[in-house]
């Protein structure tokens, strides 16, 4: 039976899917601190149901960008040949930090990133240019690179990569904003699985998950994310401003930001 509190902590996770899953930003940066925070699971546990998460809302609105045209497959096909070994090495390289260092070295990664990603949303907010249909040509180098440290950074923080694989797509692969959008939700449904598996394997937090949610609680809340990433991919980028979930998205990526802050601070 699962808990009132746990139950609530579903709910919070769902509304981050369908906010923040039509920008390519599958919400993995917030996932994280609201199941580690405020769900009260330990660090890897958190990253493993994160992967989970961000896997359910990459397919959901990945095949409606897919089915509207909006992603290139070529595309991905060159991003995987970095991101899915990157992957694995990310999520190897996580369980070895938090089981023999300390997980707040993995802390410290998702504060850079953070203010990374924050850093890019803050120049898509500026600039407002949702319709800008092209922004450069092709860089094979730059783009694996890049698309090779956003599978890093899924496997070893729990994340999509969307915030990176998005960024790759518009300054490196040539990609507007939709296109970029469903570009990186199809790299994320090939990385996440692979990641995933990798930590569910050589690692030992899928028994504190049962524990706490359940089976069939875990099941239910993988598919109702698949659910409202596709509807929300295909319906809520039509009707809010990208401005408004943009900020939202911010607000947010700060929140988490200034949590795993107070964590660092006090062991100065």
Not at 193 to 204: K, V, Y
Not at 236 to 241: N, R, V
Request: a negative charge; proline letters at 3%.
């Amino acid at each position: 039976m699962v808990s009132p509190e746990a139950l609530g902590v579903v709910v919070l996770l769902l509304i981050v899917v369908i906010l923040f899953s039509p920008i390519g930003l599958g919400g993995g940066l917030v996932y994280v601190p609201i199941l580690h925070y405020i769900g009260g699971l330990p660090f890897e546990a958190a990253i493993l149901a994160s992967l989970g998460l961000v896997f359910c809302v990459a397919f959901g609105s990945g095949f409606a960008h897919e089915k509207g045209s909006m992603a290139d497959k070529g595309l991905v096909k060159k991003a995987i040949v970095t991101a899915i070994p990157c992957g694995i090495v990310g999520a190897l390289t996580s369980l070895w930090v938090i089981d023999e260092i300390s997980e707040d070295w993995v802390k410290l990664f998702a504060l850079l990133v953070s203010v990374w990603i924050l850093y890019q949303t803050g120049k898509r907010i500026l600039k407002d240019n949702e319709e800008d249909p092209q922004t450069s040509e092709f860089n094979h180098p730059i783009y694996v690179t890049g698309t090779g440290f956003g599978g890093f950074a899924c496997g070893f923080l729990g994340i999509g990569g969307g915030g990176i694989y998005v960024t790759m797509n518009r300054g490196w692969g040539g990609l507007g904003l939709r296109e970029a959008v469903g570009t990186s939700f199809l790299i994320a449904a090939c990385v996440e699985p692979i990641a995933f598996s990798t930590h569910l394997l050589a690692g030992d937090s899928w028994t504190v998950l049962t524990d706490t949610y359940g089976l069939i609680g875990i099941i239910s809340t993988f598919c109702l994310a698949v659910i409202a990433a596709y509807f929300s991919g295909t319906l809520a980028i039509k009707y809010i401003p990208e401005r408004v979930v943009m900020s939202t998205f911010a607000l947010m990526i700060t929140l988490s930001l200034l949590r795993y802050s107070a964590d660092l601070l006090n062991l100065l």
